[in-house]
Structures are given as structure tokens and as C-alpha cells.
């Protein structure tokens, strides 16, 4: 057997169809577990957290890639992430409550204000609005933009022809700026 890391990733997903070899997921791993683990930091803002997710995700990877078709496994390794940290942070968001013990004294005593700056609101509200876009215009804009990957290489990260690219970002921009726009009381 050739070593792992001569494989495509194409060949290594089919190979592990047939064999089932966590070796064959472990040569994934090498390959993408830092870009997943960036994804997972900037969502779970903790290096623990992102860690632990990172297990997880490869975990739900090696179940998943038994029964799915995949094509471009960097783009589908992407979804399922982004897929597992938007559920990770919505179980989180439902069973977080304030609890005012929790701020120490000195904090409440100092007369600091809880308001949120104006940086911090912008940034809530861009998360959202990305949120609100549909699939493939919240991809591409994330690769476009927030990856900085060039038109040609979102192109075949997602297997979309470069004109669709181009019209997802183009509608992805225009509904995010419709949105913001809609949603930014903040400064009234």
C-alpha cells in the first residue's frame, strides 16, 4: 500500500467507503484538523472548547462519510463543522441563564455600564445576518470573504460553476446589506 499522504482526498474517502480504516481518517485529520479547529475558535472562543470539537467533528465525519456521497470533501468537511458548531452554539444559547453571582462585586460597584460598544453590536449583527443567508450565498461569502479565497477556488471548493459564485456573493452582499440595514437601530 502506497503511503496515505500520496492520496488525493477523493481517494481516501472512497477508500474508507470499502475499508472503513480509521487510518485513512487519521490522513484527513493531518490534512484539514488546524482549519477546523480555526473554524471552532472562532465560534466557541475557547482553545479547550475548539479541541474537544475538533475530536467531535472528525468523529461525526468518520459515521457520516459511510453513507454520503462526497465530492469535494475540504467544502463538505466544512459544512458538517459549521453545521455541528451552529447546533453546539444554539444548544449552548438555550441553556445559558444570567446569573447575577456570577459578576463579581467589584464589577457591579465600579459603575461600569453593561451596554454592548458599537464594535461589538456591528459584529453580533453581521453573525446574524450571515446566519439569515440562504446555503449557498452563506458559503460563498464566508470562503469570499471571510477565508479570502479568490472566485475561481470557491468555485471548486464547492463544485458551483464560477457564474454561480460570483451571483451568490453578489445576492449574499445585497441581502446581508439589506438586513443590516433593517436590523441596525442601534444608532437611532
Known sequence: MKQLSTYTDAVLVQLYKIETDPQLIGELYKRYSLLVFGL????????????DAVVEIFEVVMDKLKSHEVTFF??????????????QKNR???????????????FMESGH????????????????????????????????YLRQKPYQEVASMTGY???????????G?????????????FYE
Open 161 to 171: 460553476d464560477l457564474n454561480k459564485v460570483k451571483t451568490c456573493i453578489q445576492n
Open 92 to 106: 449552548n444559547k438555550n441553556t445559558e441563564t444570567l446569573n447575577l453571582e456570577n459578576i463579581p462585586e467589584k
Open 113 to 144: 455600564d453593561l451596554t454592548l460598544n458599537v464594535r461589538e453590536h456591528e459584529s453580533v449583527l453581521l453573525n446574524k445576518a450571515i446566519s439569515s443567508l440562504n446555503d449557498d450565498q452563506r458559503t460563498c461569502i464566508e470562503l469570499f
Open 40 to 51: 471552532c475558535y472562532k465560534y466557541l472562543k475557547t482553545e479547550e472548547d475548539s479541541k
Open 173 to 185: 452582499r445585497r441581502n446581508l446589506k439589506i438586513f443590516m440595514e433593517g436590523k441596525n437601530t
Open 74 to 87: 475540504s467544502s463538505w468537511l466544512y459544512k458538517v463543522s459549521k453545521n455541528y458548531l451552529v447546533r
